[in-house]
């Protein structure tokens, strides 16, 4: 069979694909696996646009061990089965009196896969997600069994929190939660110049900061979201109107139209700027930090440090004004706090996290290997599960860490198991040809 993910950059046929129920029968394939000098990747839900989960060997899926394993409300503690999605967490936890205190912008990844890659919202005093885990249990290379919190393994903890699924599979994670809350999203049009030269105020005065800015348009979009101590609610309907017919209906009629005439792009980014509505709305935290994205797209992001990131957005806007590429969909702006990581792209400081879309039936290439140099020359480091064509010398002078990781990951997996020729490349800089993804 055939797998693809979401973003339809990355299509293989692994030799099994496996849906286990149990851990002893995830350490058994492993075991199989390691017999055969095969390879074997885990795969959450797809929707990471670099080849990670790409094997010709096992694809395990944990789609059979999803849900709620234990909560413990003393301690705000909540245990789930690596598999579950997201979004099916956030309702029952919901029901259960919690909420996590960060998200990014969906909620269709699972657990396990969204945290492996380092996934981020967006906040001066938030890291990435992964930040908000208080153990992992996981089965390393030879298939034995380990539970790993911070205090007691400090150094396999935080490479766990993100491991790009190259230590092992996690089985279970427990999440740090809190007590249930809404949230109030504000959002404003701007120009461009003014957001950025306001863009630490912002993040200082709000728990969350984000802006979207169409290429081409002086506007752009400002979401500025804090609690709000009065719940609120926004109707099934109203939501629909917004997020369907809104954001994503009309959105998509515009993409297909720059599809057709690649030449209109610059008039209708700054049609769509010209439209982007300002908007209030009070709703239950995880309904507001996830937005549907049924558009289609390729992305590339990459984190730069948080003093340089307006200066890296001006840099883009001037070389896009000069260039004049055909793309259609916005640029986004977040804030993520630094943190000791190895992997994390922002690791060690604050970064700014710059993303680029393309509509995925358009060209990319030139536009983000471009803007990748940009990001490059800054020193930034790119998201793990995102578009990106970073060697693996560059990956290893930007994340000071790589080679402790890689030495720490050879002895959790002797055999190789889960190593595959596009983590050989991007890691090791081996030279295999891999044609797909990044
Ligand atoms: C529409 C869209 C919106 C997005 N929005 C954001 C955003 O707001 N912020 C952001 O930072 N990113 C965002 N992303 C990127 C996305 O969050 C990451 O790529 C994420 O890793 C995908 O999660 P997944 O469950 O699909 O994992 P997959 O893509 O299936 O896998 C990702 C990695 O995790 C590993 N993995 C999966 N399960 C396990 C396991 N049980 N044990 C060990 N390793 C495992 C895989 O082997 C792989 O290396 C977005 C992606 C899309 C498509």
């Not at 693809?4 to 394939?29: K, M």
């Not at 390879?39 to 797809?46: D, E, F, K, T």
């Amino acid at each position: 069979m055939m797998y693809r993910n979401w973003g339809r950059t990355v299509s293989f046929h692994p030799a099994r694909l496996v849906y286990p129920q149990r851990e002893e029968e995830i350490a058994s394939y492993i075991n199989q696996a390691a017999d055969q000098k095969k390879n074997l990747r885990v795969v959450g839900a797809g929707h990471s646009w670099t080849p990670l989960i790409q094997t010709d060997g096992v694809l395990l899926s944990l789609d059979r061990m999803q849900g709620l394993i234990s909560l413990l409300p003393t301690d705000e503690l909540v245990t789930l089965w690596a598999g579950t999605r997201l979004h099916a967490a956030l309702s029952s936890l919901w029901q259960a009196g919690y909420s996590l205190a960060n998200q990014g912008d969906i909620d269709r990844q699972s657990i396990a896969g969204a945290f492996s890659t380092g996934t981020h919202g967006t906040g001066k005093a938030f890291g990435i997600l992964a930040t908000q885990v208080a153990h992992y249990r996981f089965i390393d290379g030879k298939g034995q069994i380990h539970d790993i919190y911070p205090d007691e393994k400090p150094e396999l903890f935080r490479a766990l929190q993100v491991s790009l699924g190259l230590l092992g599979v996690i089985t279970q994670i427990t999440l740090r939660v809190m007590p249930r809350y809404y949230l109030r999203l504000i959002k404003k049009v701007e120009p461009l110049e003014a957001v950025l030269e306001k863009s630490e105020m912002y993040a200082a005065q709000h728990r969350h900061f984000e802006f979207f800015w169409f290429p081409y348009s002086p506007l752009a979009l400002v979401k500025l979201t804090d609690i709000s101590e009065t719940p609120g609610r926004v109707s099934f309907w109203r939501r629909w109107l917004i997020d369907a017919v809104w954001e994503n209906g009309a959105f998509w009629t515009l993409n297909k139209i720059a599809q057709v005439f690649p030449r209109r792009s610059a008039s209708l980014c700054r049609f769509a700027g010209r439209n982007m509505t300002a908007e209030e709305r009070i709703d239950r935290a995880y309904r507001i930090f996830a937005s549907p994205r049924w558009v289609r797209f390729r992305e590339m992001e990459y984190g730069v440090p948080a003093a340089v990131g307006p200066e890296v957005l001006r840099e883009i806007r001037r070389w896009i004004e000069k260039h004049q590429p055909a793309v259609s969909f916005p640029i986004e702006y977040r804030y993520v706090q630094g943190d000791d990581i190895p992997l994390s792209p922002a690791q060690g400081e604050d970064r700014i996290f710059i993303a680029v879309h393309m509509y995925y039936r358009m060209p990319y290439e030139r536009y983000f290997r471009e803007i990748e140099a940009i990001f490059q020359s800054y020193e930034g480091r790119p998201h793990w599960g995102k578009m990106h064509t970073a060697s693996s010398e560059y990956l290893h002078r930007v994340y000071p860490h790589l080679s402790k990781f890689l030495q720490l990951r050879d002895a959790l997996d002797p055999e190789g198991v889960f190593l595959t020729p596009y983590l050989r490349k991007v890691l090791w800089g081996e030279k295999v040809s891999v044609s797909v993804g990044s």
